[in-house]
């Protein structure tokens, strides 16, 4: 059964940093792409940042130049280095991973690392 499991979250004062981290389990294939997604109070999951092995990505453009999403292929991780962080980036985290190329509503999640970020 294929499993990804967040960390990394916590507690971070406005303008400092975070890296998240996603390693995935249950499963000797390789994700095709793997990626970050969000979801804060009351709104709805929204994409951060996504990457396939051919090394594409994709930023949402409220976290373009603050965050970096990388990956390492020989171990199904993904990972997101956040920087300047802001209030607004407060929310629940998610890993995603899909062996299509780009993560589709069948892609596995995680569980989620909450992220706060005080003023």
């Known amino acids: 059964q294929v499993q990804l499991v967040e960390s990394g979250g916590g507690l971070v004062q406005a303008g400092g940093s975070l890296r998240l981290s996603c390693a995935a389990s249950?499963?000797?294939?390789?994700?095709?792409?793997m990626g970050w997604y969000r979801q804060a109070p009351g709104k709805q999951r929204e994409l951060v940042a996504a990457?396939?092995?051919?090394?594409?990505?994709n930023y949402a453009d409220s976290v373009k130049g603050r965050f970096t999403i990388s990956r390492d292929n020989t171990e199904n991780a993904v990972y997101l280095q956040m920087n300047s962080l802001l209030p607004e980036d407060t929310a629940v985290y998610y890993c995603?991973?899909?062996?299509?190329?780009?993560?589709?509503?069948?892609?596995?999640w995680g569980k989620g690392t909450l992220v706060t970020v005080s003023s």
């Open positions: 249950g499963t000797i294939l390789r994700f095709n792409a």
């Open positions: 995603a991973a899909d062996y299509r190329v780009v993560v589709s509503p069948g892609a596995y």
């Open positions: 990457l396939t092995t051919r090394g594409t990505t």
